[in-house]
């Protein structure tokens, strides 16, 4: 079975860093697309960030480039991380890691993630950001 575990939430301050991480198993990696997805109360999923490690494409949202950094451990290819640094209050939301089942080209994975739509989903993971 697909399996996403998000990890590395908690409450900082502005201007504050956290990494937040994402085990995943029962899936080929290079196979997948894998990307980070939020929710603020009372508004719509978006998506964050995202990577399509055979393609070699990465992608951020405008709100986070600069600050936020996708990557993944390359040689046991279990985990996805997001590292985020300068955060703001507006970054306070649950976070989703997820996954669909296709490599992306970098065009297509920013469509994907834009959609913030996927195939598989984890459990998220809640970032407070205190000004």
């Known amino acids: 079975d697909v399996q996403l575990q998000a990890s590395g939430g908690g409450l900082v301050q502005a201007g504050g860093s956290l990494r937040l991480s994402c085990a995943v198993s029962g899936f080929i990696f290079d196979d997948y697309s894998i990307a980070w997805f939020r929710q603020a109360p009372g508004k719509e999923r978006e998506g964050v960030s995202g990577t399509s490690s055979r393609e070699g494409s990465t992608y951020y949202a405008a709100s986070v480039k600069g600050r936020f950094t996708i990557s993944s451990d390359n040689a046991k290819k279990t985990t996805v991380y997001l590292e985020m640094n300068s955060l703001k209050p507006e970054d306070t939301a649950v976070y989703y890691c997820?996954?669909?089942?296709?490599?992306?080209?970098?065009?297509?994975?920013?469509?994907?993630?834009?959609?913030?739509?996927?195939?598989?989903w984890g459990q998220g993971t809640l970032v407070t950001v205190s000004s």
């Open positions: 997820a996954a669909t089942e296709v490599e992306l080209s970098p065009r297509l994975l920013e469509q994907w993630v834009s959609a913030a739509a996927a195939s598989y």
